[in-house]
């Protein structure tokens, strides 16, 4: 995905849409695709929150654990929004676990790092 196309999503999410263009830019700089095969999990409760991701395509289920072991769907994320948002929280650890529904799910992964 080149420079512009991620600018244009990330210009698309609320969080970001007070950004000047080269703030844009620069956060599309850092940013990176990431692909996600049917039911991939893209994070886990407890890893560490150093990240965020926008969804560009597809659908992903945030879900946690009920007490008998079975998923429970906290929420469904569809294209264009933000998730793994513990990090801009202040969360040092993910509360929840993300996975990916379709076969073709794609991010725009921002790390701390």
């Not at 996600?36 to 659908?59: C, S």
Request: charged share 30%; net charge negative.
């Amino acid at each position: 995905m080149d420079l512009n196309t991620k600018v244009k999503y990330l210009s698309e999410v609320s969080l970001f849409e007070d950004m000047s263009e080269q703030e844009l830019i620069d956060l599309a700089d850092i940013s990176r695709v990431k692909n996600y095969k049917k039911h991939q999990i893209i994070y886990r409760v407890d890893d560490p929150a150093e990240d965020v991701y926008i969804l560009v395509n597809g659908v992903v289920k945030i879900i946690s654990k009920s007490v008998d072991g079975r998923e429970v769907i906290k929420t469904i994320i569809h294209p264009k929004s933000l998730f793994g948002t513990e990090y801009i929280s202040g969360q040092g650890m993910r509360y929840n676990t993300a996975k990916s529904v379709d076969k073709d799910v794609r991010c725009l992964h921002i790390s701390s790092d």
